[in-house]
């Protein structure tokens, strides 16, 4: 009989490989088999959402991130979730939770940079984006939606400091 950690490695290994049917089947076994498993929970919960299921998606995903409020990848992937529901204060505090459990994360920063932004909250972005930017200083990218958010904030000195940084790369 297979375990429930058994079960999510093969779903994860499906998951990997571009299967994603069969790996939504082995995240539902593991779930059966162990009601309330926060990594079967999340698993499928990120399933559900790259299927378009958003509300599950947030149901399973907010379960684990209550569970386990210590896990980065749990509070993107909420941060995610709510986004994709047009739920911004909410994805935004995600986000926040998730770039301070791991501030290294530059995919953390982004999402919350670019969700404050939605929001109208410039001025909070431009922090956000600095700190992603002192994990990746050659991101063009990032140069570029800062330059956004320091002209949005009124900054167009900075702006222009950025945008020619993002051109530079």
């Known amino acids: 009989m297979p375990t429930v950690r058994s079960l999510l490695e093969q779903g994860l290994a499906h998951h990997r490989a571009g299967r994603a049917g069969q790996a939504e089947g082995f995240y539902r076994q593991a779930l059966a088999m162990e009601p309330g498993n926060i990594h079967a929970q999340h698993l499928l919960g990120v399933r559900a959402l790259e299927a378009g299921r958003i509300d599950e998606a947030i149901g399973l995903i907010g379960s684990a991130a209550a569970k386990d409020r210590r896990n980065a990848d749990m509070q993107l992937h909420l941060g995610n979730a709510f986004r ?5 204060d909410e994805a935004a505090k ?3 939770r998730a770039s301070k459990l791991a501030p ?3 995919e953390a920063h982004y999402h919350l940079g670019t969700t404050l932004r939605a929001l109208g909250r410039f001025s909070e972005a431009v922090p956000v984006y600095r700190a992603a930017l002192r994990q990746s200083p050659d991101a063009a990218e990032l140069h ?5 958010a320091l002209r949005d904030s009124g900054d167009l000195d900075g702006a222009g400091q950025a ?5 530079e790369l």
């Open 144 to 148: 570029l939606l800062l330059g956004v």
């Open 94 to 96: 995600a986000y926040m």
């Open 163 to 167: 945008y020619r940084r993002a051109l």
């Open 104 to 106: 290294k994360d530059i």
């Open 84 to 88: 994709a529901a047009g739920r911004l």
